[in-house]
């Protein structure tokens, strides 16, 4: 696609463009492309995202786009799209939006009947999930926690009763604090994978148990610069826990009762799931 072309497909669109989280040759073709057909860039750091470009060999107008000023700015933009100008929306590293600003600014477009497209690319999230060693269908992805108080603890308790992946991003002063909350919640044996400096020359992933792993923190035993990735492995859950249970009371009640009496009392003395109860009780029947 010639530069030309390019503008003409962009014009008056927001971008939303993935960078690189460390390896600047992770950057895409597609993403170089839009990079240099748009009007101007919106970046979290205007100094950082200069130095991508510098390193692309492109000048480009940047402009400050983050959670300090994102209110006033969106507008600013938004006005800049109605014009029919084209901006691409970047952070520091990897894809806007997750845990960086831009959120709001999307959402503002959207409602202005902008168009808004994504340009695929890094993220610390995926990046960590391929090769933290674990696997399962479902992931939460926790972000940055508050630093402290009641919403802090209400995440981590919430995240420990949860089966899928817990994934937490984490700065190196605050980590050692973290794995500590973790562990006193998760339990020290709950399996964890440590992604540091991801796509960076010091990269490690260390695959532990958040008792193991905060003992080396706290040891001195392991070298806490950088930038965290924390996913921690979900509760083990066997797939049919509590069916013999549910399938057992509801073969007395349901010779006794109708279904949906037998259903109600099923669930009141098991603690399962309505849903569940109600699907074991129409199989017993068909039986």
């Known amino acids: 696609m010639t530069h030309g072309a390019c503008l ?42 200069q130095k991508l470009l510098s390193n692309i060999g492109l000048k480009k107008r940047i402009i400050a786009h983050h959670r300090f000023n994102e209110q006033g700015s969106s507008q ?5 799209l109605k014009e029919g100008k084209s901006v691409a929306l970047v952070s520091d590293s990897g894809t806007p939006c997750l845990s960086d600003p831009g959120a709001l600014l999307v959402s ?23 090769v933290c060693g674990f696997y399962s269908k479902h992931m939460n992805f926790n972000g940055f926690l508050p630093s402290r108080g009641a919403a802090r603890k209400m ?33 020290t044996d709950r399996p964890v994978a440590v992604c540091k400096e991801l796509t ?8 532990s148990t958040l008792g193991n792993f905060y003992e080396l923190i706290d040891k001195a035993k392991f070298d806490m610069r950088g930038e965290f990735v924390i996913v921690v492995k979900g509760l083990a859950i066997e ?4 069916d013999a249970e549910v399938k ?14 037998a259903v109600r009392i099923a669930v009141q003395l098991t603690g399962k799931s309505r849903k569940l109860v109600y699907g074991r009780a129409l199989e017993i029947r068909e039986k």
């Open 8 to 49: 003409n497909k962009i014009k008056g669109s927001l971008y939303v463009v993935g960078t690189p989280i460390g390896n600047l040759m992770d950057i895409s073709r597609r993403a170089i492309e839009i990079l240099t057909s748009v009007d101007l860039i919106a970046a979290e750091d205007t100094r950082v995202s």
């Open 76 to 80: 600013g933009i938004i006005s800049l």
């Open 108 to 130: 503002e477009a959207r409602k202005a009947k902008i168009n808004v497209l994504a340009i695929p690319g890094p993220s610390a999230l995926t990046a960590a999930l391929s």
């Open 155 to 187: 995440i981590i308790a919430q995240a420990a009763r949860q089966s899928g992946l817990q994934v937490f991003f984490e700065a190196p002063h605050r980590l050692q604090t973290t794995v500590k909350d973790l562990m006193e919640v998760f339990g």
């Open 200 to 207: 960076k020359l010091f990269e490690r992933t260390i695959e």
């Open 239 to 242: 797939p049919d826990s509590g």
């Open 248 to 261: 057992k009371v509801l073969k007395v009640l349901l010779e006794e009762l109708a279904l949906k009496d």
